[in-house]
């Protein structure tokens, strides 16, 4: 059922910059002459800004010049274009360390589909405030650290955590349920990096407690909302978001259990958008080709 | 495919009280010494709040006493339970005033599946504050009324509307996508019987632009919200709610597109839950039986 | 946020019979006056066949007699209406014996569901024809049995297969993508209480390979199934199914990736409504209350 | 909210060939240098068949050539990759005839989408071998022709049908539930180009009656297909499907209503992608781009 491995690497190339006629041509050009063929191609431009982006995937061969190569002869097309870009070999896996709190659902989901090759990348440890997990964890042989966060001394806790996810060089930071306020100098050292799962339909029931919330609303759907975290609370760019139906015979526990399973799927698939590049974030918001 | 029309009336019994041991037992014995048998029913406890709630339908038959005589049997029972509840006919058709301005999709839906029968009703009027739509009303029949609402003299024109809706005994008044906001007293005349389409997943985006809010914050999902109308603006009991999946590349203009089919859909089946007499107001919520 | 235990038992009673007026009345008097009161009810009739089907749970109290007493006194009143019924205490957990073969993502959603406490059920052991997924299984504290099932014996393999399911006293048997067809004597004992996950959108696609013939037939979803297991193949009562998404650049191994959540999320649906004894099968079909 | 129309032309390039290396390089190159900028741009690679297909959307200017010029141009490098291709001003309206029989949901739909400036086309008549529909066609302003299709004499028919078809130079038609089969000749004509709603979730219940085949299986969803119409029944290459919840209690009146919104929807929607020249058919599939 799996595809083989080709023996030649299979690059991503992501590219945004300002809208202008033959970006395109000129970077599918470079592409076929140095690199390889396209076999996954996705643009976007927002007329409205003015700006560009795209996202391809590179198949190599015997001709093709090294990755090193390549980002060289790019540069200069990339700077007469203004462009942000990188460019991946798909076979390298990132790093992802997760954050967890009590709540084992979105943890015990991203294991999951990390141990059976659902997502691609490398687990170097969890760390959680709690013990509870830690079974689970180095169940599937990963390092568990315990970091409580006591309520005087947070700032001591948080600094333990950047030194474990300095350490282990954490590509990507995903919090699985992680019920603690992460302190503005993180959010702004991992910036595009670091994925929550909000449990509401965000921009609704934006904080605490949105089940309950939305339970007194008397609302008709919950939902869940993957997100990039920047400082300012359930305000970062928005990657995924996916709802349940729920009536006036769901009580609380009910909406609480229903909405697990949409927080599962939604900060998986946040999760495996961004793995595979496929997340560009500009100002306040996210395109996320071919999700 | 249609099924015939009984000879003997079919009723609706819809009952709210205080919970208590032997509501059911009580209320389907003196239904079924007098009325009729079951034909559909459902019944909600809010275990919390202590409240119990019930829709039934009956059939009558040649034993069956008069709905006139069923109240009257029914009033001491209803009494010794605390109980708000009334009988209906299923025959008997609301009086469905409809509201709208100047974007025609959500009138257009209501009284196409009125036409069809699919909303078992009778219209005997619409009210808009344009005239464009006009040919499209009094094509299917129906008399259309303009009530200009000017800016300085909004108070006048609402005593218009409310002669009009007077005149016409409504028993209900649905807003279509009428984009003026409903005086005080109007809202209070018509509690629980005045419903609303809000073009936005309530409680987000209350207000005015929902998309344009929707598109500048990133959302991935669009929404609409039918329900009835109170004071406080867009913030009455919800009677259903729906969502449409977006994405970047879809423009403000390509939201208000998708959104529309939402909304028309969410209304329709608001309106139709209503009635068929399948919703229950409570405090800021709703009961909505088989929806 | 957990509900109090409750000191006395809360009971589903369970009831389908010829439709007659009446029922309800007769049997939530009996209740009420012996059992306890009413928290939960789902009635329907079905017009057609002239059947009607009943869910209620009783929460009973110091007045309450006891379950045995109770069936006494409910048998004359089943006899006399010609029910099919049955009395379960709530608390009392079903025996659910699990059988899988190579893919683990559908038993490993069962065992998560069931050690988080959202499944309530005992699981006395795993059989598998493969013996990959004995570390996961064994981990969760759970007996895993090999039954390998070779291609010229597979009446042997069956014949260890119900004498494992027998001596574990199994209520229920659920075929977490067990891939081997399960011969008419067992599907003949576990008739109603044999639950199997098709991956596809029943009646699409019965039998092998479904995810290949959705990717040739070109559709725009695929789905799920799970269903009661009769003697003939995919042909059992359907308790529940859903879709999602796919279009032309999902190749069979995307369509195979998305299907898998899909399938969790129906087995885990099915299998819930099933131990809650919501679900009620007569001829070719199921009633399923509040799902 | 309305983009203001551009003065200069916005044109579609459609094209389908054999997979190689460079594509896109040299198409774009051409747009870039002779015809405009890209606004809009799906590729798409079957890597399995080894086939290539492009859709992009491109704003000339003052300094473009026009499309003959530019259809010149193309033509050697369409024919050095093997492509099948056109290019449409997408200003430019196709002709769509709409056919339809007894029931008026999908053609209400699309009458009314048409009005509302959603559909872009011009819609120079209606068919139908009923008569009940013409005061709805005739008011939106169009020819409503009656052709009876008599047991004994289809092919009478179908020959007047093909001649109102042709005089209209019809370059799409579209069955809005129009319960006759086509003969294999107009298929043939129109392969490609006729469109179809069929009232379930294919490949369920190919044929007749599959609202009360869902009932009778005891599905719990019910959907519909839009598709090519091809000689054999029901198999014709799926542009677009969806699927609503049903359940125990919904008869198959409420099948056949639930049903209706779908049809609607799955029909406008196909019908909107293949007006924009976002579908293209190779064997039995759809590439259907940016649905």
């Known amino acids: 059922m799996q595809q083989e491995k080709p023996i030649h690497p ?17 970077v599918t050009q470079l592409v076929a002459d140095k690199l390889g063929s396209l076999v996954e191609s996705h643009h976007h431009t927002d007329v409205e800004e003015g700006w560009f982006f795209m ?29 942000q870009w990188y460019l991946r070999d798909s076979a ?16 015990a ?35 568990f650290h315990y970091v409580p966060v006591p309520k005087g001394d947070k700032a001591e806790a948080f600094r333990a955590v950047n030194e474990i996810v300095t350490r282990h ?41 949105p089940y309950q919330r939305a339970y007194d609303r008397g609302v008709k759907l919950v939902g869940a909302t993957s997100h990039y975290v920047t400082e300012e ?21 009910d909406m609480i259990r229903l909405g697990r399973d949409v927080e599962k799927s939604v900060l998986a698939r946040g999760v495996r958008s961004h793995l595979e590049d496929r997340v560009i974030v500009y100002g306040n918001k996210t395109v996320v080709f071919g999700a």
Chains 1, 2, 3, 4 share one sequence.
């Open 92 to 107: 390298e896996k990132q790093k992802l360390v997760s954050m967890a709190s009590h709540a084992s659902h979105c943890l």
């Open 10 to 26: 299979r690059y991503r190339l992501i590219v945004s910059c300002p809208d202008r006629t033959g970006i395109v041509a000129e």
């Open 109 to 143: 989901d991203l294991l999951y589909r990390w141990k059976s090759g659902e997502l691609i990348c490398d687990i170097p440890c969890v760390i959680s405030n709690h013990e509870n997990l830690r079974g689970m964890v180095e169940w599937h042989g990963i390092p």
């Open 233 to 253: 609370l359930d305000e970062g760019p928005i990657i995924e978001q996916d709802v349940i139906r729920v009536n006036h015979s769901s009580s609380r526990e």
């Open 169 to 209: 060089n954490a590509d990507t930071v995903v919090l699985a349920r992680y019920m603690q306020i992460i302190p503005p100098d993180l959010c702004a050292k991992y910036a595009g990096r670091l994925i929550n799962i909000h449990h509401s339909f965000l921009p609704s029931f934006v904080g605490a407690n």
């Open 55 to 83: 996202r391809i995937v590179v198949q190599s061969n015997q001709d093709s010049v090294s990755a090193a190569e390549f980002r060289e002869l790019f540069e200069p097309l990339a700077k007469s274009f203004g462009m």
